[in-house]
């Protein structure tokens, strides 16, 4: 926290005085620090607060470096917000881990008590399910977002009410079928090709949606269940091969879109020529901070609760009845660029005290999964933790817990891992 403290006040110097790449080195150099100390900490293994500390106190570097002309000079609230909602986080994760989380290794165990053909039922069924879905919601809206060419947001308007949640439920099925791998032993060819199969539908749907957020968070949340679940390394060749199919998948999305270079470069507006693999990232990291400052300096009046409430809101289909109750406008630089931070609808809600009990409450949360990852646990609470890491890890990008899909997820989640059973038996 020392370290964080100084260069942050640095950052914060060099920010009022225009400083900006010294502004944004200094914060670079803190979320760099703060990971390598949090890993070493916990004895070589990456942790939520490490996480954490890399993506939100990084992502802010990143954006303290203003190389958009979008981006401004923060109010001196949103430079608050900022620092105390990683220090509330910080601190709420050390108060709930104790010493119980300092240093050592997970133990090592196998999986046990699991229903196989219940866990393959789940496979097969929630693939088929999330297409069916997508099938009906492409039937009634009567088009394929990824074979239109004359709509340039067809992705957004792919929505049907409801049914969307379940087309989406197709990011769980990779994480589910590695799960399926590792935990069952006796796999008959058929059964192989089956999960399979499910697995490259799953991911179709999201490359038919023309949803790159979507295939990716399916790739990432089987990574990080990989790493959970297995304790080691993807292997290389594998690890290389999955990078540069995703990355031609990404190409693939964005033509799809009618996302040309021009286009892009055009709201983005850079300060100097970069190449779009470059500017691209940096926008979809570095303007969510400036949006939080646009909503600090604009924002008329707190909401009380209501942003954060909508998936509650949404999923009871009190939106239907009472639209007001989510209402609320968007405060952003740019209307095209829509994404935003973690704190967000933190802030909207409460103001700086959302902030901080927000991003306590995350801390608290985060420290009671690494705890019981080393406890007996059924093997789909692995899927769960890597869900909440990607959240975690993606901390600059939305304000997931707001999110109605957020919590879909979780929800199927829970039920998959009350359906199969199972927990993993320490030796």
């Given at each position: 926290m020392i370290v964080y403290f100084l260069c942050y006040s640095a950052a914060v110097l060099f920010a009022r005085t225009q400083y900006y790449l010294l502004s944004g080195t200094a914060l670079l150099f803190a979320a760099l620090v703060l990971f390598w100390r949090e890993k070493r900490r916990n004895g070589g293994r990456v942790n939520l607060l490490a996480l954490f500390s890399l993506s939100f106190v990084g992502g802010e570097g990143i954006s303290c470096l203003k190389l958009s002309y979008l981006q401004g000079p923060w109010a001196w609230q949103t430079f608050a917000a900022f620092f105390l909602a990683y220090s509330a986080f910080r601190l709420a994760f050390r108060f709930a881990s104790g010493t119980g989380l300092r240093g050592g290794r997970q133990r090592e165990g196998r999986l046990a008590g699991i229903r196989e053909e219940r866990?393959?039922?789940?496979?097969?069924?929630?693939?088929?399910?999330?297409?069916?879905?997508?099938?009906?919601?492409?039937?009634?809206?009567?088009?394929?977002?990824?074979?239109?060419?004359?709509?340039?947001?067809?992705?957004?308007?792919?929505?049907?009410?409801?049914?969307?949640?379940?087309?989406?439920?197709?990011?769980?099925?990779?994480?589910?079928?590695?799960?399926?791998?590792?935990?069952?032993?006796?796999?008959?060819?058929?059964?192989?090709?089956?999960?399979?199969?499910?697995?490259?539908?799953?991911?179709?749907?999201?490359?038919?949606?023309?949803?790159?957020?979507?295939?990716?968070?399916?790739?990432?949340?089987?990574?990080?269940?990989?790493?959970?679940?297995?304790?080691?390394?993807?292997?290389?060749?594998?690890?290389?091969?999955?990078?540069?199919?995703?990355?031609?998948?990404?190409?693939?999305?964005?033509?799809?879109?009618?996302?040309?270079?021009?286009?892009?470069?055009?709201?983005?507006?850079?300060?100097?020529?970069?190449?779009?693999?470059?500017?691209?990232?940096?926008?979809?990291?570095?303007?969510?901070?400036?949006?939080?400052?646009?909503?600090?300096?604009?924002?008329?009046?707190?909401?009380?609760?209501?942003?954060?409430?909508?998936?509650?809101?949404?999923?009871?289909?009190?939106?239907?009845?009472?639209?007001?109750l989510t209402a609320f406008p968007l405060y952003v630089t740019k209307t095209e660029l829509t994404t935003v931070t973690l704190i967000y609808d933190a802030w909207y809600d409460f103001g700086i005290l959302g902030v901080v009990v927000f991003c306590a409450l995350l801390g608290f949360v985060a420290a009671r999964l690494e705890k019981k990852l080393r406890e007996q646990h059924s093997p789909v609470f692995c899927m769960f933790y890597a869900q909440f890491s990607i959240y975690i890890m993606l901390s600059f990008f939305t304000t997931w817990f707001s999110?109605?899909?957020?919590?879909?997820?979780?929800?199927?989640t829970g039920l998959i891992a009350w359906f199969i059973g199972g927990k993993r038996q320490w030796g």
């Open positions: 866990l393959f039922f789940a496979v097969i069924g929630l693939s088929l399910a999330s297409f069916a879905a997508f099938l009906i919601e492409a039937r009634i809206l009567g088009f394929v977002p990824f074979l239109v060419r004359h709509m340039p947001h067809a992705y957004s308007y792919f929505h049907v009410s409801g049914l969307h949640y379940l087309t989406v439920s197709c990011v769980l099925v990779p994480s589910l079928a590695l799960i399926y791998r590792t935990a069952v032993r006796h796999r008959g060819r058929a059964e192989t090709v089956a999960v399979a199969g499910a697995v490259v539908l799953s991911l179709l749907i999201p490359v038919l949606c023309v949803s790159r957020f979507q295939l990716l968070l399916a790739v990432l949340m089987a990574a990080f269940t990989w790493l959970t679940l297995r304790r080691e390394p993807i292997p290389g060749p594998l690890a290389v091969l999955g990078f540069a199919l995703l990355l031609a998948a990404y190409g693939i999305l964005s033509m799809a879109r009618g996302h040309s270079v021009s286009y892009l470069n055009g709201i983005f507006e850079m300060k100097r020529h970069f190449p779009i693999f470059v500017s691209q990232p940096y926008i979809y990291i570095a303007n969510n901070y400036d949006n939080v400052n646009c909503l600090i300096r604009e924002l008329p009046q707190h909401s009380f609760g209501l942003k954060m409430l909508f998936p509650l809101i949404a999923l009871s289909g009190l939106k239907f009845l009472r639209p007001e999110n109605p899909a957020t919590w879909v997820y979780f929800l199927e």
